[in-house]
């Protein structure tokens, strides 16, 4: 079973930076696209992603520009480095695996983290 684990969440001012991480479980990692989502009011809201090799990244307009997301295939882990970060930027973050076992990220699949929350304050 694959299994998902997010950490790096916490508290930051506006205007400051985080680093978070989501580890895969087992030696399935690299045949997956990743994506990160996060908490809205009604449903989870796509963040960023980043194909199976790492050479194409994909961001939500709210985001580009301030944060980048990568991976480590090596190490079973992928990150996102948040800077400037705003408080509508709050939210409990979950990484995702993508939807088969394409290159491309192509939506969410089947597997989800627990979420690390991320509290910015003004």
């Known amino acids: 079973q694959v299994r998902l684990t997010e950490s790096g969440g916490g508290l930051v001012q506006a205007g400051g930076s985080l680093r978070l991480s989501c580890v895969v479980s087992g030696n399935t990692f690299s045949s997956y696209a990743m994506g990160w989502f996060r908490q809205a009011p009604k449903e989870r809201e796509f963040v960023a992603a980043i194909?199976?090799?790492?050479?194409?990244?994909y961001y939500a307009d709210s985001v580009k520009g301030r944060f980048t997301i990568s991976r480590v295939n090596a190490k079973n882990t992928m990150y996102l480095q948040m800077n400037s970060l705003k408080p509508e930027d709050a939210s409990v973050y979950y990484c995702?695996?993508?939807?088969?076992?394409?290159?491309?990220?192509?939506?969410?699949?089947?597997?989800w983290g627990n979420g690390t929350p991320v509290t910015v304050s003004s």
């Open positions: 194909s199976r090799d790492g050479e194409r990244t």
């Open positions: 995702a695996t993508g939807y088969g076992y394409g290159t491309e990220w192509l939506g969410a699949g089947d597997y």
